[in-house]
């Protein structure tokens, strides 16, 4: 019996693959859902830790606790060697990145009724941008990680590759394919040689004409939706009395997935209390007020989700009515906030992020010596590649190229799992 499976741990959501003759190629994780959302809540008021849909339903019923999100975020930067508080006590992030992983391998162990020892990992093409020795120590903390939790033959794909692998099952000529993989905490572009004869080739490392990323993604998009759109209800862009602007470093954290967390202290309280002294009308304390009572209230990551609510509403709609019913002040108790957000404005707080994606775009078509028109196929994976505006903007890089649609949360892990079987067996 072949022990090895494809790991996709993502930013907003993670699969694992495998290949056996007559079963899916995804393994279900949570239910009936092959994906489990890369979460982890410290359940305070029940005692117990809860993973993927479950936190997230727990942790908005109102449960005590503190939500984790977006920890791949955390592989290659200097706070994967810190720590948080859960419960009075030091979880280092590390060790909480090794909880998500061992839930994983044991949720897909027993979907597949066996264990799994061996995995090929899908990275993206960079953990962190234009810094190739922090991109190796993701790589190395992630697959250390991974033997603590106790996988033993560890290897990589490039999850852009990955989803290659899973396309080129379904063609049956050659293709030059750009491969678009836009996920929740990265965008990553390959182009990639297809057909059914090469897929018999181990090694594909010919077959890659030009491969590149750019740390933008999903949260990213919520990011900027939210400082755009929501932050000013909290007081983001105020004048205080001497006529500067309401310092943006505690919104930017309040805006940012894994930075969250950093803002529950009693320093962050009493900076935020020097600056509500210091607006110069009541318009600006109502909105310090909503601030400072949303801390209290350890309301940050629900927020962030009503951020991301708002982007995937506007992936169809032209706009949407968000009832932010939590923003209160202790003064305004009775009353919530009611936001209309529109298409043109979401553009407008993202289009900066889609600028650095085109440009990346066209420096993979440089460094491969490949002009639009060779391209017969445009192959769109990733929960986020969904968001509306991104899609045409690439499409309409390469006019006449075919677009295909994967399937956006399913394509590498499905893909890692087949490299997974054709390394190892």
Known sequence: MLHACGVDFGTSNSTVGWHKAGQPALLTLEQDKVTLPSVVFFNADEDEVNYGRAALASYLAGYEGRLMRSMKSLLGTSLIDGQTEVQGR??????????????????????????????????PVHFIDDDRAADQIAQNTLEEIARAVGFKDIEFQYE?????????SRIDREELVLI???????????????????SKNTDRHSDILGNGGVHIGGTDFDKYLSLTQV???????????????????????????????????QKVARELQDIYRDANNDDLRTRLERFLYLLEQRDG??????????????????????????????????????????????????????????????????????????IDTVFFTGGSSGVRGLRQRIGAMVPDAKKVEGDLFGSIGAGLGLDAHRRFA
């Open 90 to 123: 030091a979880l280092p992030f590390r060790q909480l990145l090794a909880y998500y992983i061992g839930e994983l391998k044991r949720r897909a162990e027993h979907s597949a009724g066996q264990q799994f020892s061996q995995a090929v990992f899908g990275r």
């Open 160 to 168: 852009p590759i990955a989803a290659a692998i899973d396309y080129e």
């Open 180 to 198: 678009a993989d836009i996920g929740g905490g990265t965008s990553d572009f390959s182009l990639v040689r297809l057909s059914p004869e090469r």
């Open 231 to 265: 932050m000013p209800l909290l007081g983001l862009g105020g004048r205080l009395a001497n006529g500067t602007e309401v310092p943006s470093a505690h919104y930017f954290n309040l805006a940012t997935w894994h930075t969250i967390n950093l803002l529950y202290s």
């Open 301 to 374: 990551h629900w927020l962030a989700l009503k951020s991301e609510e708002a982007k995937i509403m506007l992936s169809d709609q032209d706009s949407v009515i968000l009832t932010l019913d939590r923003l209160r002040s202790k003064t305004q108790a009775s009353l919530e906030c009611v936001l209309k957000l529109e298409q043109q404005g979401f553009q407008l707080s993202i289009a900066h992020l889609m600028d650095q994606i085109e440009n990346t775009i066209n420096q993979v078509l440089s460094s491969a010596g490949v002009v639009a028109a060779d």
